[in-house]
């Protein structure tokens, strides 16, 4: 049989050195608390997260597009539950690894390399909650990908996920093109992501404009990276272009709360 290795993708390479010296300094500077993100997420948005998910000690987590597992071990040392990652960087698993290690808690912690745009590789009903976080703008088919995440949570499981890309302006195609350096993105109209994750058997419990967290994160990397020019390529231009289309209100980060649904009865 042949089986398809998922492509590591274009942050594949910025990962290997992403533990480095200088690479942490970078994100104490440009986040305040280096969690090992690489997102918009800060410490202080993941602590008022964690009670959202309904997690305890026995739960099972699932972290779609897990990165480096930053968020992932950060939610797993504060609640003592199981998590497993997925993410197509084996880079970025290899360092989740260690960061958990690092933490005391790589008994807590599977990951394992997939490709989001196929189906999931696990039993249904397999999780307790799921998270992805600024991950969904990078997939081909959220529709598929949201009945896959409804599919493997037990019914009453949360689904919190974060999206940077809501279309809720005019955005010219220079904006988009500086916007879309990680690879293939999608940027989905506002109002999308909550009418997909209904048809997909998620009831969506709460929705909130997190424009502001990218503002200040954004506005953060750019900062540390005048200071510490660390990431090479394109990452001042593409800073730049979050910075001006949060500011304009022309694209937005929003964070959904979902619920899997009760299987039918009748
Ligand atoms: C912005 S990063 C977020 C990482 C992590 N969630 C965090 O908050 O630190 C997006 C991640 O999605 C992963 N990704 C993108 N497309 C993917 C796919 N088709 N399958 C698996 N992972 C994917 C990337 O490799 C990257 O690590």
New binding site residues.
């Given amino acids: 049989m042949n089986i398809k290795r ?1 492509e590591a ?1 274009n ?1 594949e390479s910025f990962y290997r050195e992403f533990d480095s010296p200088p690479m942490r300094q970078f994100r104490r500077d440009a986040y305040g608390e280096d969690i ?4 918009w ?1 800060d410490a202080n948005e993941l602590r008022a997260d964690i009670p959202r998910l309904g997690l305890s000690s026995s739960s099972r987590l699932l ?1 779609l ?4 597992c ?2 992932l071990t950060f939610i797993l040392a504060n609640v003592g539950c199981h998590g497993v990652g ?4 084996p880079a ?1 698993l290899r360092i989740g690894r260690e960061r958990a290690a690092s933490l005391g808690i790589e008994a807590l912690l599977s990951v394992q390399v ?4 196929e189906p999931l590789p696990f039993e249904p009903h397999s999780f307790d909650a799921a998270i ?4 969904i703008l ?2 081909r088919d959220r529709q598929q990908f949201f009945r896959e995440v409804a599919s493997m949570l037990r019914p009453g499981g949360r689904f919190l996920a974060t999206d940077a890309g809501v279309l809720t302006g005019d955005v010219s195609n220079e904006e988009l093109r500086r916007r879309s350096v ?1 690879g293939f993105t999608q940027f989905a109209a506002a109002g999308r992501n909550e009418q997909l994750l209904e048809a997909a058997g998620l009831r969506v419990i709460e929705i909130e404009n997190r424009t502001t967290s990218a503002l200040r994160n954004a506005s953060g990397r750019l900062a540390a990276l005048q200071a510490h020019p660390v990431q090479p390529g394109k990452q001042q231009e593409y800073l730049e272009t979050v910075i001006e289309l949060s500011r304009r209100g022309a694209m937005s980060r929003f964070m959904y709360l979902a619920e899997a649904r009760e299987p039918c009865t009748t």
Avoid at 86 to 89: F, H, I, R, V
Avoid at 114 to 117: E, R, S, T
Avoid at 132 to 135: A, C, E
């Fill in positions: 998922p993708g942050y090992g993100q690489h997102s997420v972290d597009g897990c990165g480096p930053g968020p997925l993410e197509q960087s970025a997939a490709d989001l745009n992805s976080i600024d991950v990078h997939l990680h």
